[in-house]
């Protein structure tokens, strides 16, 4: 699809200001709630003007504020499926679907067949959008984007709207038409659903993006607290740097020898809470915490600790330990926690 | 009985009712995609017919298209016929006063109407004519049908302004509500009871017509929700 985006407006009280190039099959847009993910797709598909910048679809352009280029969102060629699916309730599925097939003047019955065969969604033609599940709905929804053959689609929180059972369910039908179509935006607050689902990603955070980059890269070595955060990582300190490869962590009044350099703009780090582990002895990469409280998850031990002294919410730290490894541990106790260099995450702010 | 007034209420009202119909959605619908700053001034404007005493409204009438008025005079000039004093002067004074009922229910209604229906058609490559009459209007029926209604049963019942502009003249301006205060003057009683009792029958026909015309539209889909809500 090859999809390049620069994008900036002024709210007064918050900017958006992305640019992203989106490579060919399926991109997520991650992002916090509210962190301006939906307006951008909004512009990209032209129902919301930005200030300035442009939008590139395959070559063609959509939208450019300096050639004075603004295509209606009618022609565009860009899918978007709402957040609550948008079908118009005062239609049937039927009706839904012929009304955009229709207006490209190539309606036949055969194409609406096919449709509703791809999109199981038989025996459902008549009924209204109100008397159909969160599923069935957003199959229909699926079904009448096609219908208006988009050259790429826009997915927003498609499956935030639904119970987690079904929720399950709907990925992976959702999955496979992804597969079929390519061309995707995937926009979603749910880490683990973009690394189930695309290929690529990118972040957003408070009205802006980060590098496209692919899902793996992401949640393997982050390298910024927003995007670091979004891949479940539950730690972090502010730091000061102190050697080549060395950290001091201010918000847990420890030392910590890093994997890697330390960036000149590297202002935090994290340490997945999988990667601590407590240890007997003083040593490298050894600080002390206060245990705080011990919970028993499924399948294994949450320790809740406190480091150092600045009382700010980092000198919290959460350990996850195997079952039976926090045997003896208990609130009040003061232990020695370790971290292999390597596991020591460095992030820009 | 002389049924003209009965015959010269329907016509007046049923003449202003579509002109109000078409004025006010379309007011409303600028209205409710203009900036604040716009919606706020041209909202008081367009509302003030409904808290001003309609004899104000009657004497602005007056002052403007009287025989001596800027507009009547002209009128009488180019065209030699009068804007006041006729039947058809009653719908000047029936639709300004009927106005606000029509735009501030069908804004109510524009203004809840979900706006991504509107954003998916576009994307979807439907145009904003087909968009606006086939999904904005349909969805927003309910406001509309109540705001045509009211403002009907308004301008059926305007006296006020009405009088002022079109006076009491039998068999060529007396209306329903005219003809009732000119029947009580004279101590006609009793034909007045007549009018008053005919007033009430088309007040309650009105009513209970809107009201089955909601039901039989919002049904199917109700009984649709209830199936949803019990097999999940």
Known sequence: MPLYVRLK????????????????????????????????????????????????????????????????????????????????????????????????????????????????????????????????????????????????????????????????????????????????????????????????????????????????????????????????????????????????????????????????????????????????????????????????????????????????????????????????????????????????????? | MDWFPLCNSLRVAGISTVITFFAGILAAYFISSARPAIKGALDCVLTLPMVLPPTVVGFFLLKLIGPFGPVGSRVLALFGFKMTMTWYSAIFATTIVSFPLMYRTARGAFESFDETLQYSGQTLGLSDTYIFWRVRMPNCRQGILAGTVLSFARALGEYGATTMVTGYIPGRTATISTTVYQLWREGHDALAYRWVFINLIISFVVLISVNMLERSYRNPLRMARHAADAGE
């Open chain 1, 9 to 349: 407006k002024d709210f007064g009280t918050f900017l958006l200001d992305v640019e992203f190039e989106a490579p060919d099959g399926v991109m997520g847009l991650l992002g916090a709630s509210g962190c301006g993910k939906s307006m951008t797709l909004k512009c990209i598909a032209g129902v919301v003007r930005p200030d300035e910048g442009a939008v590139v679809l395959n070559g063609r352009v959509l939208y450019d504020s300096v050639k004075g280029i603004d295509l209606p969102p009618q022609k565009r060629g860009v899918g978007l499926l709402f957040q609550n699916y948008a079908l118009f309730p005062n239609m049937t599925v039927e009706q839904n679907i012929m009304a955009v097939l229709s207006s490209r003047k190539n309606a036949s019955e055969e194409k609406f067949r096919s449709l509703v065969r791809r999109f199981h969604i038989e025996g459902l033609e008549r009924h209204y959008p109100a008397s159909l599940s969160g599923g069935q709905r957003q199959r229909a929804a699926l079904a009448r984007i096609m219908a208006s053959e988009p050259s790429v689609i826009m997915l927003d929180e498609p499956l935030s709207a639904l119970d987690s059972y079904l929720r399950w369910q709907l990925e992976g039908e959702l999955a496979s038409i992804l597969d079929d179509f390519g061309a995707t935006i995937y926009v979603s607050h749910n880490r683990d659903e973009v690394y189930r689902l695309c290929s690529h990603v990118c972040v957003m955070s408070s009205g802006r993006t980060e590098p496209v980059r692919t899902v793996k890269d992401l949640f393997e070595s982050p390298d910024t607290l927003a995007s670091s955060l979004l891949s479940g990582c539950k730690n972090y300190s502010r730091i000061e740097r102190v050697g080549e490869r060395r950290v001091r962590a201010a918000d847990w009044d420890a030392e910590l020898e890093c994997g890697a350099p330390v960036p000149d703009d590297a202002s935090f780090i994290g340490i997945r809470a999988h990667y601590l582990h407590p240890v007997p002895e003083d040593g490298d990469n050894v600080f002390p915490c206060v245990v705080a409280r011990v919970t028993e998850d499924v399948f294994h031990t949450i320790v809740s600790l406190e480091a150092g002294s600045s009382g700010h919410g980092f000198s919290k730290i959460r350990m996850e330990i195997p079952k039976g490894a926090a045997r003896g541990l208990s609130a009040g106790d003061t232990i020695r926690i370790g971290v292999k260099p390597r596991d020591v995450m460095l992030l820009k702010k």
